[in-house]
């Protein structure tokens, strides 16, 4: 069974892949069809799961320490149900919104190679798989972001995306070594029994290279420079691979080593740290974007941050529950978006957008319920998570962490809103011409000979991508009530102790003890809502106000225009990247090929072979051809053995 | 009947140059014929007893002593005839019957270089297996370039400090059919003073051969210039003659040089990792890429095979097969674009993947195995060794080969964008994609290189032993 | 027979006095041989060469070797010399030396030339072959069949046909090759033609005929 | 019982006078038949010092190899004059000094 719910999507992959053309437009329904079977296949396996130790299968052995399985216990089965799930929701909104494509089956083709890959990186039960699964959603999600491959930005986004990416799977490769250096095994069961035992260096160490793995791949600083670029894959990509899954793998590499964070201080502070930098960069770089999917972009990049800062300090419940509310909320919002793109002809800029809440009601409330879920409006889903992360880090003993938390969560109620305020509000902008809009030529292109998404093929029926968003919206509201439901009754608030989500985070049962906080939670709760509402207000102010609505284009002119330029270079982090990595390799590597190469190695080979020239040409002057000059030679050669032997010779 | 495996593809050789210079259909297809055959042959004689007749006496002992076993002589034929035979499938190089002839000659003689156990008869195949390379850059090369004798005088000099080293070493031990006979038999007869000066013999010639930087300046010249089917069997199997002998030879028979030596051949396997990745980033040629991609790859191989660890031993051997299986494939690929379009240069190639999309699935795989994609082949051979790298208290230099991973994703990638994605070029020729011939003679490499990333435990595990013999002989 | 004279009756110094006489016209001949103008008298010269040392062979007791030397050598080779001078004689002066192109090689030549000599016996003289002890011959006289009389045919035919048989069968190989050799080179009509009346289209060989092209391809 | 009359250096001396007759042949003259007729000179001088030695040893393997030596001359003549031979129908004229197609 378990070999089934990981193989399936393979299967699916390979069979559209290589019968793609045959199958048409069934490739889409063949690729939804497998995942959604994987889906019910992990349902079935659910009970077994949280009894016992999780479900096993061996499958190979390399070498000495090196024997792979599958692993399925309840943090893996969470993480399989949202990506099954979810995925198979995105699969069929794809469907809808990949209609007329010229490459509809390679799509799925990919799509489906991403969920087996995402499967093989949460199933395996040993860091050598995990990397393999960790490799193998890089390659799709580089697929994927490069999958309009005629078009250059998308070639130079999927390279960055995936050499950033191979950065942070060297890192996971460090951790590996140092952690079979100690312990001689590459299960996590072999590791995390000795784990209490290991040098405290040695636990730093691997916690590093493993935290450069989640950094680079859950776009944490400063390897997160790939995230907003791979935004040029079609939208259900962003969905399911830049927000729902992939890019919260980090978030579950640390859950899962937590018996590693448990023993080392330093690496909790650390990755703490980075998280919440993380959120702060990711939300104030949110406030300057007009592009829709970069917005929603760092917006995730934001709430990925606290998820590593929840995991990170400790709190690996909050973090989890964040990872698990946000699939909801942020695939909704990234499919809404995606109905607006496609209704408006790929238009992605949202200057260009306005009052659009008449034209499209089904993707206003879409995107309504996703943007208040994801401030944390009390009673959804992101409420409750958000909440449980920030003050976990109080719990945890980090207050600093927790004030950035604080006012990152004001700074993600006013882009947030500022996006929704913006695109649905006031008047329809579409006919303004750019330059008025403060619009710079060119930075999205549009591609000039081939529609990506085709609008002049058959138009597949509006539920096909309306239906799997609905779907999406009720969780996005109601996710966040598993965190209650204590021993005190089904309704009783249960916190990070629930006994309904407390089931998938069994592994944490031996966590160490928070301290008290300074703070009582619910008066925490209140401050953060309070930074929410003066964050929605300044939005609604500056966007939504009917002072603002009046003249929309000339504001968001002026605003286009006077943005502060380190925000809108997004911090410099690319040209810091380009000028210190990139340049450099690139001049050593010219200077290795036009210079140390053919002149001074090849260069010594050659002044040997010059030698031999010379002398060559020297000696031809004795080559006359004539025998008897030779026979003279060989007479003279003839001699001086003769002369040798006469007076060294020791003949006996 | 391992005999066979060499002396079949060189008499064929011969007898081919009997046909009719016409017939080149007929003559590529006994080639690939006679290629396969031998690949069953080599799986059906897996484990075979050796083969010995005597030959020498006088100075010393020396066998014509061939053995197969089932350890890396195997593994290595069997790649070399998989090779050979995907190689020559899809060609279609002009004078093909000449070229096919060559082609069984190399094929011949370097079986003879893996399957020997005697150290004369490896030194005899080794100068054997220049002679076909050297033909085929004369020939079929580009005019006016000397790569063939650049070629010739590189490997001829390594092949003459390789025949002083085993001259020496046998008159020093009285016997030269030493290959997978037991361990640490000459250790005690060779001393420290003639012992360092074999070394350096045996050294000089594989690192030559390999090539280890700063020896490798032959070799970016030789594979650029040599016809597709015939760099694809040089990089994927004749470098690893050199790598092949560090492990045969030199580990089991001069142990207390080998530790001797490490720090040296850790530095220059070092520089060979970073200098070529540096290089082959720079690059515009997409061969000259792959070649200087091979200089670092076999670095890595150089690091595991010093390291002095059974984990990185056994991941060398991986990296081995693995090497040959995606280099062998990249120089394929690339040929069948440069066919197709006239050209290597990325900057002039563009958009290709548009109308060739199974060629550009056949090259994705291949440059994924080469950049040590998680899953496939070179993945697996790279984290063996790194691991056992550092677990054997090497830490530097496994961190420090982490780095040129990240390279290795960059240039390959940069081959594979550079020409398979963008725009359409609007003046290179857009020609129909592979014909079913060209498929066939990939798929077996790309098959290959998923099943070995799968599970290279068969290549890997014969380390377990902490000896490079039963490495060799796949005695457990 | 000769050689019962040359060795029985050795009161030492009549074998001295043959020898001396022998080497005496063993060097006679053989710069006779080199120094004459027409090739025809260093035939001569060398036939002459040629029985002395068959000779001298027979003073070492060397009785095969005498037999050959003077069929192989006396008979065949000098057979063949005497041909191609008669060969070659048919011509117009063919043997009239050209201008010398190497004038000034003669010193050097014969200053090298006699180094090498003089080294050679220097060496030899100083060597241990001077102060050897020359050895009795302990083999008792036989008939020249006798296969335990060293030098005697029979011995030697043992030795040829048991120890050393491969070398011998090599050597008929090599003699087969001289044979393809010689025809290879002599036996066909001049290789290069410096003038002709055929026309291109004769000389040219088969293989480098034109395709024929069928119709209707 | 014969003591061997003449001490075995002569007979190698001897060897040695006439095979620098045979070099000086060789290198001095230009008319290539006696060239030829200078190394058979040279052969004969090899043959007599190894029968000299092989008298010396009673090892007939000396034997063995003049014989071999003498088999070997036969053919090195006969490749020889056919050289000759050759060279003559295309030049009508034989002088070692005008077959010098080797000069670089």
Redesign the interface.
């Given at each position: 069974m378990i070999f089934a719910l990981w193989l399936l999507p393979f299967a699916g992959a390979l069979a559209i892949w290589a019968f793609g053309p045959q199958l048409k437009r069934l490739a889409g329904a063949l690729g939804a069809a497998t995942v959604l079977t994987s889906f019910a296949i992990a349902l079935a396996l659910a009970g077994q799961t949280f009894t016992g130790r999780g479900v096993k299968a061996p499958l190979v052995s390399w070498a000495q320490g090196f024997s792979f399985g599958l692993l399925l216990d309840p943090l893996s089965l969470l993480w399989v149900f949202v990506i099954t799930g979810v995925g198979g929701l995105i699969h069929v909104y794809s469907i809808g919104y990949m209609s007329g494509d010229r490459a509809f089956a390679r799509f799925f083709a990919y799509m489906n190679f991403f969920v087996f890959a995402m499967l093989t990186l949460v199933l395996s039960d040993n860091f050598v798989g995990l990397l393999v699964g960790w490799g193998l959603v890089g390659l799709a999600s580089y697929f994927l972001i490069g999958f309009w491959f005629f078009k250059p930005s998308a070639v130079a986004a999927a390279r960055k995306a995936f050499v950033i990416n191979v950065v942070g799977d060297i890192g996971l490769m460090f951790g590996i070594f140092v952690l079979f250096a100690a312990t001689h095994t590459t299960t996590y069961a072999g590791v995390f029994a000795k784990a209490g035992s290991l040098a405290p260096l040695t636990v730093t160490l691997a916690c590093f290279g493993l935290f450069v793995a989640c950094a680079a791949k859950s776009a944490q600083l400063p390897l997160h420079t790939w995230l907003p670029d791979a935004m040029e894959g079609p939208t259900p990509v962003s969905a399911l691979i830049h927000a729902a899954t992939m890019v919260t793998a980090g978030v579950y590499l640390i859950a899962r080593c937590a018996p590693l964070w448990d023993v080392s201080p330093e690496a909790r502070a650390l990755v703490g740290t980075i998280g919440a930098l993380t959120a702060l960069t990711g939300a104030v770089l949110g406030c300057v974007q007009w592009d829709i999917k970069r917005i929603l972009a760092y917006s995730t990049m934001s709430q990925i941050g606290y998820m590593i800062m929840g995991v990170g300090v400790g709190a690996y419940q909050a973090g989890i529950l964040h990872f698990y509310t946000h699939a909801f909320f942020k695939a909704t919002l990234f499919l809404g978006a995606g109905i607006l793109i496609h209704a408006l002809h790929d238009e992605q800029d949202v200057r260009k957008m306005g009052g659009l809440a008449r034209r499209q009601p089904f993707a206003f409330w879409a995107m309504t319920v996703g943007t208040l879920a994801i401030i944390g409006f009390p009673g959804l889903s992101g409420f409750f998570s958000k909440d449980a992360v920030i003050y976990g880090t109080l719990e945890h003993g980090y207050p600093l962490l927790y004030a950035i938390g604080m006012v990152t969560a004001g700074i993600t109620a006013y882009y947030m809103c500022r996006m929704l305020f913006v695109t649905f509000f006031g008047s329809y902008r579409g006919d303004v011409p750019s330059a008025q809009l403060g619009v710079a030529a060119s930075t999205n292109p549009p591609v000039a000979h081939e529609a990506p998404s085709g609008h002049e093929g058959a138009h597949a029926p509006a539920w096909l991508m309306q239906v799997p968003v609905a779907l999406l919206m009720i969780p996005s509201v109601i996710a966040g009530y598993v965190w209650f439901g204590s021993r005190d009754g089904p309704l009783a608030y249960g916190g990070p102790g629930s006994l309904w989500f407390g089931y998938f985070t069994t592994n944490f049962a031996t966590r160490a003890e928070a301290v008290q906080a300074a703070v009582p939670e619910w008066l925490s709760t209140v401050l953060v809502l309070a930074l929410v509402g003066i964050g929605a207000f300044v939005a609604y102010r500056r966007y939504a106000a009917s002072a603002a609505s009046a003249n929309a284009v000339e504001r968001l002119r002026a605003e286009s225009l006077t943005a502060w330029r380190p925000l809108t270079r997004a911090l410099y982090f690319d040209d810091a990247i380009e000028l210190v990595f990139v340049r450099p390799a690139s001049a050593i590597g010219a200077a290795f090929a036009r210079v140390v190469d053919p002149q001074v190695l090849d260069g010594a080979v050659r002044d040997v072979a010059w030698l031999a020239g010379w002398l060559g040409r020297e000696m031809r002057a004795l080559q006359?051809g004539?025998v008897?000059?030779y026979a003279?030679v060989v007479?003279?050669g003839?001699?001086g053995f003769?002369?040798y032997?006469?007076?060294f010779?020791t003949?006996? | 009947m391992i005999a066979t495996l060499i002396v079949v593809p060189i008499l064929a050789a011969v007898l081919l140059l009997l046909l009719p210079r016409r017939a080149e259909g007929t003559a590529k297809w006994i080639g690939v014929a006679i290629s396969f055959l031998a690949f069953f042959a080599t799986i059906g004689l897996a484990g075979a007893p050796d083969e010995s007749v005597r030959w020498l006496q006088r100075p010393f002992t020396a066998n014509f002593h061939v053995g197969l076993g089932h350890g890396l002589s195997y593994w290595i034929v069997l790649l070399l005839t998989l090779s050979t035979g995907c190689a020559l499938m899809a060609t279609n190089v002009p004078r093909r019957r000449d070229f096919v002839a060559q082609m069984l000659f190399l094929l011949g003689a370097m079986a003879g270089v893996f399957l020997a156990r005697d150290l004369v008869l490896f030194a005899l195949f080794w100068d054997l297996m220049l002679i076909p390379v050297f033909f085929i850059l004369l020939g079929w090369g580009p005019e006016r370039s000397n790569s063939a004798w650049r070629y010739l005088l590189y490997n001829v000099t390594g092949g003459v400090a390789l025949l002083l080293a085993v001259a020496a070493y046998g008159v020093l031990e009285g016997s030269t059919d030493l290959i997978g006979a037991s361990l640490g038999h000459g250790a005690s007869v060779v001393g420290n003073g003639w012992g360092l000066w074999i070394f350096a013999g045996f050294a000089f010639a594989f690192a030559i051969k390999t090539p280890v930087w700063p020896f490798h300046t032959w070799m970016p010249a030789t594979y650029v210039d040599l016809p597709a089917p015939a760099v694809a069997v040089v990089s994927a199997v004749q470098s690893k003659a050199g790598l092949y002998g560090f492990i045969a030879i030199v580990l089991p028979l001069l142990p207390e040089q080998v530790q001797a030596a490490a720090g040296i051949m850790f530095v220059l396997g070092l520089v060979a990792l970073v200098y070529g990745a540096v290089v082959a980033l720079v690059q515009d040629d997409a061969k000259s890429i792959v070649a200087y991609s091979s200089l670092s790859h076999l670095g890595l191989i150089v690091l595991g095979i010093f390291s002095g660890n059974a984990l990185a031993l056994g991941g060398a051997a991986v990296y081995v097969i693995a090497h040959g299986l995606f280099s062998a494939g990249l120089f394929l690929a690339i040929d069948q674009f440069e066919t197709r379009e006239g050209s290597r240069s990325l900057k002039r190639l563009g958009g290709l993947g548009a109308r060739n999309p199974k060629l550009a699935g056949g090259l994705t795989i291949v440059a994924l195995a080469a950049l040590g994609l998680p899953g496939l082949c070179g993945f697996a051979g790279e984290i063996l060794i790194l691991t056992g790298l550092y677990a054997s208290g090497n830490v530097w230099p496994a961190v420090i080969a982490l780095v040129p991973i990240v390279l290795a994703a960059a240039y390959m990638l940069r081959l594979f964008q550079d020409v398979m994605q963008g725009p359409e070029v609007a003046d290179v020729p857009q020609r129909p994609d592979l014909t079913l011939l060209e498929l066939l003679a990939l798929a077996p490499l790309v098959v290959a290189i998923v099943l070995l990333g799968v599970n290279p435990g068969p290549v890997a595990g014969s380390a377990n032993v902490q000896s490079a013999v039963s490495l060799v002989q796949g005695t457990r | 027979m000769a050689r019962h004279d040359?060795?029985?009756g050795?009161e030492?110094a009549?074998?001295?006095i043959?020898?001396w006489l022998l080497?005496l016209l063993?060097?006679v001949t053989?710069?006779f041989?080199?120094t004459?103008k027409s090739?025809v008298y260093?035939?001569v010269g060398?036939l002459a060469?040629?029985v002395v040392?068959a000779t001298?062979?027979l003073?070492?007791?060397?009785e095969?070797?005498f037999v050959?030397?003077i069929v192989?050598?006396g008979g065949?080779?000098l057979v063949?010399?005497v041909f191609?001078?008669a060969?070659?004689s048919s011509?117009?002066?063919?043997?009239?030396?050209?201008?010398?192109?190497?004038p000034r090689?003669?010193v050097?030549?014969?200053f090298?030339?006699l180094?090498?000599?003089a080294?050679?016996?220097?060496?030899?003289?100083?060597?241990?072959?001077?102060t050897?002890a020359?050895?009795?011959?302990?083999?008792p006289?036989g008939a020249a069949g006798d296969a335990g009389v060293?030098?005697s045919i029979a011995?030697?035919g043992a030795?040829?046909f048991t120890t050393?048989l491969l070398?011998?069968e090599v050597?008929s190989l090599?003699?087969m090759?001289?044979?393809v050799?010689?025809v290879m080179?002599?036996g066909d009509a001049?290789?290069?033609r410096t003038h002709g009346s055929h026309s291109p289209q004769v000389r040219r060989k088969p293989r480098e005929r034109e395709p024929i092209v069928k119709a209707g391809r | 019982?014969?003591?061997?009359?003449?001490?075995?250096?002569?007979?190698?001396?001897?060897s040695?006078?006439?095979f620098?007759?045979?070099?000086?042949?060789v290198?001095?003259?230009?008319?290539p038949?006696?060239v030829?007729?200078?190394i058979?000179?040279m052969f004969?001088a090899a043959?007599?010092a190894l029968?000299?030695f092989?008298?010396?040893y009673?090892n007939?393997?000396g034997?063995?190899f003049?014989?071999?030596v003498?088999?070997?001359?036969?053919?090195?003549?006969?490749?020889g004059?056919?050289?000759?031979?050759?060279v003559?129908?295309?030049a009508?004229?034989?002088?070692v000094?005008?077959v010098?197609g080797l000069h670089g």
């Open positions: 006359t004539l008897r000059g003279l007479v003279l003839v001699a003769l002369v032997f006469a007076w010779g003949v006996r | - | 040359l060795e029985n050795a030492g009549r074998g001295l043959l020898f080497a063993l060097i053989a710069v041989t080199v004459q090739p260093s035939v060398l060469n040629f040392l001298l062979f003073t070492l007791d060397a095969f070797v050959i030397q192989v050598y065949a080779v063949l010399f191609v001078i060969l070659l011509g117009v002066g063919p043997f009239a030396e050209g201008p010398n192109r190497m090689a003669l050097p030549a014969a090298i030339v180094v090498a000599f080294a050679l016996v220097y060496g030899l003289v100083r060597g241990p072959l001077a050897a020359v050895h009795p011959s302990s083999a006289l060293f030098g011995d030697f030795a040829l050393h070398p011998f050597t090599i003699l090759v001289a044979v050799g010689v080179l002599a001049p290789p290069e | 019982m014969s003591p061997m009359p003449v001490d075995v250096l002569n007979y190698v001396l001897l040695a006078v006439m620098f007759i045979g070099v000086g042949g290198i001095l003259r230009r008319n038949l006696i030829l007729m200078a058979e000179l004969n043959n007599l029968i000299a092989s008298r010396v009673e007939n393997a034997h063995i003049a014989f071999l003498i088999t070997v001359a036969a053919a090195e003549a006969a490749i004059l056919a050289i000759v031979v050759v003559f129908r295309r009508k004229h034989v002088d000094d005008d010098a």
